[in-house]
């Protein structure tokens, strides 16, 4: 194994306890725990004598990132992503189907990702199987529901319109995504629990506002049809 050469350049002081996310795009450092989304100047990090420059409280089971100029939160939740303001007033909000999650309170598997340019928001979401077609995951006990393929959503950030999406092969209990610098690109990961991975590498056309082109990277892993128009559409509230 080559090692890899690591050099440190800052510090910021995390939170007690598990911290969930940790992400350093343009000039803000975010840093989330389980109750707390902590914003850190870029400047202020890299002369390791950083202060919360914000600090937000997160409602339960909440996943929230920055945008890199550090003017918008958007912050995923059971059954929906909405962004706010520095002042935590709404920008926009995107109800979706619940979270797949099982006897626990639904809960999205990762947070969003905004866009270096902060044009767009990149989400995963669940989608629950309509009367007569085929399910994923299926949950025997209350309130019983159903689920076919989840769906990758990239949202306007400014709007919060959908600018695209399409299916993925997964029923994601845990989601990793990451920009290219220059935003082009999106690479996502899902892993449907105890049974596969599934990898995506997606490239975006802002041209185009119908669906974004997501390519898998490898053989597909998991056994299911992926056609667009096999989730219901979510929409922004007004």
């Known amino acids: 194994m080559t090692p890899v050469d690591v050099r440190l350049v800052g510090t910021a002081p995390a939170p007690l306890g ?16 389980a109750d707390h989304l902590l914003a850190y100047e870029r400047a202020a990090v890299l002369a390791r004598v950083p202060e919360p420059a914000r600090r937000m409280v997160l ?3 909440a996943r929230a990132t920055l945008s890199p100029d550090g003017g918008l939160v958007v912050i995923a939740e059971g059954s929906a992503v909405r962004a706010v303001d520095p002042s935590g007033a709404l920008r926009w909000e ?18 969003p990702a905004v866009s270096p340019d902060g044009r767009f928001v990149s989400v995963v979401l669940p989608c629950l199987a309509r009367d007569g077609e085929p399910a994923l995951l ?25 600018h695209g999406e399409r299916p993925v092969t997964a029923v994601s209990s845990t989601v990793a ?31 185009d506002s ?9 053989r597909s892993p998991i056994s299911a049809r992926s056609r667009d128009g096999s989730c219901r ?6």
């Open 210 to 218: 119908r669906s974004p082109a997501a390519r898998p990277t490898g």
């Open 59 to 61: 409602p339960a089971h």
């Open 94 to 111: 995107l109800p979706h189907d619940p979270w797949h999650g099982g006897h626990r309170e639904p809960r999205p598997p990762c947070a």
């Open 138 to 162: 299926v949950y025997d006990s209350e309130p019983r529901r159903r689920y076919t393929n989840d769906r990758l959503v990239l949202v306007d950030a400014a709007t919060g319109r959908i």
């Open 18 to 33: 598990p911290v969930l996310t940790a992400s350093w795009e343009g000039a803000v450092v975010a840093v989330q725990d």
């Open 233 to 238: 559409s979510a929409g922004p509230r007004e």
């Open 177 to 207: 995504q990451r920009w290219s610098p220059d935003g082009t690109e999106l690479v996502i990961t899902c892993w449907t629990a105890w049974y596969s991975w599934a990898m995506y590498r997606v490239t975006v056309r802002p041209e």
